[in-house]
């Protein structure tokens, strides 16, 4: 079970004897932070399936109209056993234990470029690619991304990387081509030492790995696409237009800076309803992860990749999970994916975010399907 989730319904029961407000729990769950009804119902359905329940009988957990909601099911406590708070308290620490344990490394490329590289975790190996744009240390305790890699790496050996021109990966390369970009990849996992794994792939990270499970397909046992695309902005039909022009442009003379202008544009895209903290971060993203020239290279590169001849090569299992309304990469070049990819699974997901954010109702479903899909 997600852990807030748990923490939800271990709230519901210590308070059976009584209704709980939606204030009491966003106070109790959330610690305050504002949430919307939305996110709160999509965790209640969350509870409701982790116990047997559903929305139209209400057996365990009760909706009461206007009130709130009461733990209603017959409850038998086990002598012995520790108090809730201690097992939300476990839970906590497993997840800040995930996140203290990230250890980095570096390895070097055919074309002598340093890769930086992170483990996390314990278990079955999955491998995240990189996207635009990544620092290992940064992101990894960030309000964006802690969520992903402590629910990831509890169950699996998490393995991510720098690409090139940016983290802690080399920045000073004359090669920021899409074949450089999966020339990291092969390093990073070669490195390590792994002979099968899944790849996990956000954004145009998607084309990179469908890239390499082309090349390798002895090698990638699943794929798991989110919010990706095999056509860059310009090759989608109208080719490169004034806007891709201008915005790197705009990069190139405003990136990293403390613009508002600047920030907002990026962040409306990218994490469209994002808290003060996590627009902060992305803004810090912007002025710590690569230089202004690397950041509008790397977006030229990532608008011209056109991978859409080898959508129908890919051998492996394929999940493909895309937001409706992702300002990013439209949600037709998720469903143009899945459509090509040989028997892809394609879920649509409730939100415009292009990144995977925590208080959105997708992100319990992304996991449970994530999940289920690398179990089967």
Not at 65 to 80: H, I, K, N, W, Y
Not at 218 to 239: D, F, H, P, Q, S
Request: net charge negative; glycine share 6%; proline share 4%.
């Amino acid at each position: 079970m997600e852990p807030q989730v748990f923490r939800l319904l271990v709230f519901l029961i210590e308070n059976r004897d009584r209704v709980v407000s939606k204030d009491q729990i966003i106070e109790t769950v959330w610690e305050g932070r504002i949430v919307s009804d939305a996110t709160l119902n999509t965790r209640i359905n969350a509870a409701r399936c982790a116990v047997g329940d559903n929305g139209k009988d209400q057996l365990v957990i009760h909706t009461i109209p206007r009130r709130g909601f009461r733990f209603v099911a017959d409850l038998t406590e086990a002598g012995g056993t520790s108090s809730s708070k201690a097992q939300i308290d476990g839970v906590r620490s497993a997840n800040s234990a995930a996140r203290a344990s990230q250890t980095i490394r570096f390895c070097t490329t055919p074309d002598n470029v340093r890769i930086a590289y992170a483990n996390a975790g314990s278990g079955p190996p999955l491998v995240k690619a990189a996207n635009w744009l990544n620092h290992l240390e940064f992101d990894w305790d960030s309000p964006v991304w802690r969520h992903v890699f402590a629910a990831f790496a509890a169950e699996n050996l998490l393995i991510r990387y720098d690409a090139r021109g940016n983290g802690l990966s080399d920045w000073d390369v004359e090669d920021l081509s899409f074949d450089a970009f999966v020339s990291d990849l092969e390093q990073v996992v070669d490195t390590v030492g792994l002979k099968e794994f899944p790849l996990l792939a956000m954004s145009q990270g998607c084309s990179v790995s469908i890239a390499y499970a082309v090349r390798h397909p002895e090698r990638v046992t699943k794929l798991i696409l989110y919010g990706g695309y095999a056509r860059g902005n310009a090759m989608r039909g109208e080719g490169e237009t004034d806007e891709h022009i201008a915005m790197r442009t705009l990069i190139r003379a405003q990136w990293g800076t403390d613009n508002p202008a600047m920030r907002q544009l990026f962040t409306a895209r990218f994490i469209p309803g994002g808290t003060l903290e996590q627009i902060r971060w992305f803004n810090d993203l912007q002025r710590m992860t690569t230089t202004p020239e690397n950041a509008a290279r790397l977006r030229e590169t990532i608008d011209f990749i056109d991978i859409d001849e080898l959508l129908l090569q890919v051998q492996c299992p394929t999940l493909v999970l895309h937001c409706r309304d992702n300002a990013v990469s439209p949600s037709e070049e998720g469903r143009r994916m899945a459509a090509k990819i040989p028997d892809a699974r394609f879920v649509a997901l409730e939100g415009q975010s292009h990144l995977i954010m925590e208080d959105e109702p997708a992100w319990p479903i992304i996991l449970e399907e994530v999940s289920a899909f690398l179990k089967d």
